[in-house]
């Protein structure tokens, strides 16, 4: 049985991947933005061992959610779904870039890290003069390159986490539309297989991967000096580092 917190859980594809863990008898905490949405997160997901609440958006608030969640003792997995899409670019980098940052420098290490990407990165820039000058430039495609470099960065740095990155589908969820073409199904699956199988193509690093199967990505991700800059310039903003 694993333990697995997941970010942005209080609906889409976060909801479903804990309602799917919950169904296979592992025990799941969930996040929601705040106390209302982390009730009804509650209602939604019976089963569910406890919600934690924190605003994303907020480089302090997410600080503080790395402390409640490491009060909860240690978890074999993190899920780290949250996102925005149609947001101001701030909003885009501080919860689709620098959250996951920050969870993972400050949550106590999981045996395994899965981190939601995007199809849409590989049409994305790392943008790194613009971490440092102007945050207007950024968009989703960029932060979700900047999700899938951390995600490599941190399989390279620490080889005893099984660290990877999902691009989910163009899923009908809220954040979809109710007319996108992937299967919705597919498009948690591959996050939940990855936070919990024993399967031997299940426990890798540093891979990319789409309905269980892995996928090519946008090559910049790999370059580890640009990795560096990018961890470099995330410690600046936030005040935290990746050890």
Known sequence: MARVFITGSADGLGQFAAAALIAQGHKVVLHARNEKRGLEALEKVPGAETVVTADLSSVDETKRLASKVNTLGKFDAVIHNAGVYQAPPEEILAVNTLAPYILTCLVERPKRLIYLSSGMHI?????????????????????????????????????????????????????????????????????????????????????????????????????????????????????????
């Open 123 to 243: 049409d994305g820039r790392s943008k790194l003069e613009s971490l440092k000058t102007d945050f207007s430039r950024i968009t989703y495609s960029d932060s979700k390159l900047h999700v899938l470099m951390l995600c490599l960065a941190v399989a390279r740095k620490w080889p005893g986490v099984y660290a990877n990155a999902v691009d989910p589908g163009w899923v009908p969820t809220k954040m979809g539309g109710k007319g996108a073409p992937d299967d919705l199904q597919k498009g948690f699956e591959t996050q939940v297989w990855l936070a919990e199988s024993n399967e031997r193509s299940a426990k890798v690093s540093g891979r990319y991967f789409h309905h269980q199967k892995e996928s090519r990505y946008n090559p910049e991700a790999d370059d580890v000096e640009l990795q560096e800059r990018f961890l470099i310039l995330c410690k600046e903003i936030t005040g935290v580092s990746l050890n």
